[in-house]
């Protein structure tokens, strides 16, 4: 994206010859020469120290010079040649300044000349950036994620981890991907860090903000859910980060991606097992395993299979205060998704058992959505109420209503608190939490006014007859 910039900096039409440069991959159209050059260089720069008078540039323009001797390399050849080199010894190799860039929240790399990237929501391919082949692909990959002690080859031909900042990073190659070597990176957004930036940005209103906070310090069991992409993991780091510095907060994760700003918090993450050795360490594992670490917290980067049964438990066994994740399209999906996650446990517990167990043990549900427009939106909080025999009962008491689309395509609607105070207002005032007093106090007012006014009416109408 950055190297395209001045075409606009300078008001240089793409109709023009320099459209025909505008696709990185065809810059430099002999692979194998490009490949063989790369490999030259950067095995000198292995074996010979670069001096402490000369910058790293200067000394790699050198080696450009005395490796590409009697080659008719174009501008344009020599200087990709050296922003390949440059961006592997200072980074990520090719994808170095999309990770740097903080628009692109989302890089996909389908193949060497298929990058993807997500900016402000929307999809957009990439021609600035590119890779010379399949093995160039691989090697950036085991670039990231060896200093994280993961490996990636044939014989372990997928890893999921993240990188020091906490995006999150998932590779797979040959022979499992037919394509080839595929990377996706979700990138860790540094400016969404608190619930005022998602307020800021209209994925909450101030009211809703308020009463989560409220409902993560009354030590409310809350299950956050929506689609990929839709920003749960943010959202649950940010609600994470109102729970007291003097609990002890245990998180599992697949790949460590909350950043709790507490000082008494354990991350555990679990292990892959490869073709050949044993030793995998499952969600269920570490949940289990946290019940033993005297948690006042447990927090579960992601819940999708057995450990929702544990999960569960825990929250039914004093452990208040639980929070999680899961895949579902909408709160009444994400209780359905529950009661199949805890069957898969091949635990002998009828149907109607389960939906009283989940009803004992959760009290909210966070519903966030990324619209068609590319925003985020927390499209409902509902709380779990009761449990009738045969179905778990849920009530909004915050939702998003979307009324349709703008002329430039932004989703138009508003937010929506229901007329009716919700029945964990009371756990949040027994916490002695007053936070959110002034937004149920009205409607508990409201409500008592009205059952006198129809009190009255029916007096009126007794009368009457």
């Known amino acids: 994206m950055k190297k395209n910039s001045w075409l606009k900096e300078f008001e240089i039409s793409e109709e023009n010859n320099y459209s ?125 994620v060896q200093p994280l002690g993961r490996t990636i080859d044939s014989s372990n031909p997928m890893v999921d981890s993240h990188l020091p900042d906490g995006s999150r990073i998932n590779a797979i190659i040959p022979p499992l991907s037919l394509k080839g070597p ?33 409902s993560v310090e009354a030590k409310l069991n809350i299950i956050v859910c929506g689609g990929t992409g839709s920003g749960k993991t943010t959202l649950l780091n940010i609600l994470s980060n109102f729970i007291s510095s003097n609990e002890r907060i245990i998180t599992i994760e697949d790949a460590v991606e909350l950043r709790l700003k507490q000082s008494h918090v354990i991350s555990l993450e679990t292990r892959n097992v490869n073709y050949e050795n044993g030793g995998e360490v499952t969600i269920r594992d570490l949940v289990r395993n946290s019940l033993r670490m005297r948690p006042d917290r447990i927090i579960v980067g992601e819940v999708r299979g057995k450990e929702a049964f544990d999960m569960l438990q825990a929250m039914n066994t004093g452990h208040d ?18 009661e199949t996650m805890i069957l898969m446990s091949e635990m002998d517990i009828p149907l109607k058992a389960i939906r009283g167990y989940i009803e004992k043990a959760l009290d909210l549900v966070v519903n966030i959505e990324r619209l068609s427009d590319g925003k985020r939106k927390v499209t409902s909080i509902s709380e779990i109420v009761g449990f009738d025999g045969e179905n778990i009962i849920l009530h909004d008491i915050f939702a998003f209503n979307q009324k349709g689309l703008t002329p430039n395509g932004e989703v138009d609607g508003e937010f929506i608190l229901y007329d009716a105070v919700p029945f964990v207002y009371k756990k949040i005032r027994m916490r002695g939490i007053d936070i959110v007093d002034d937004i149920f106090s009205e409607l508990g007012k409201k409500k008592t006014t009205n059952k006198k006014t129809n009190k009255k009416l029916n007096q009126t109408k007794n009368k009457n007859k």
């Open 182 to 214: 595929v990377l996706t990176i979700r990138k860790f957004k540094k400016s969404i860090d608190s619930i005022d930036s998602l307020i800021g940005n209209g994925t909450m209103t101030p009211y809703m903000a308020r009463f989560l906070q409220a």
């Open 321 to 338: 205060g639980s929070l999680t994740t899961l895949h579902a399209n909408s709160a009444s999906d994400a209780l359905n998704r529950l």
């Open 20 to 144: 025909t440069i505008s696709n990185d991959y065809d810059i430099f159209k002999d692979k194998k020469l490009l490949d063989s050059f790369r490999d030259s260089i950067i095995q000198e720069l292995i074996d010979n120290k670069i001096p402490d008078d000369k910058m790293l540039s200067n000394y790699i323009n050198e080696e450009i010079d005395i490796i590409t001797e009697g080659y008719d390399l174009s501008v344009l050849e020599r200087n990709h040649l050296f922003d390949l080199i440059e961006n592997e010894i200072n980074g990520y190799g090719p994808i170095t300044e999309l990770l740097d860039d903080e628009s692109v929240t989302e890089i996909m790399v389908n193949s060497p000349n298929e990058v993807y990237i997500e900016v402000d929501g929307q999809l957009l391919r990439d021609e600035s950036i590119s890779f010379i082949n399949d093995e160039h692909i691989i090697r950036t990959i085991q670039r990231i």
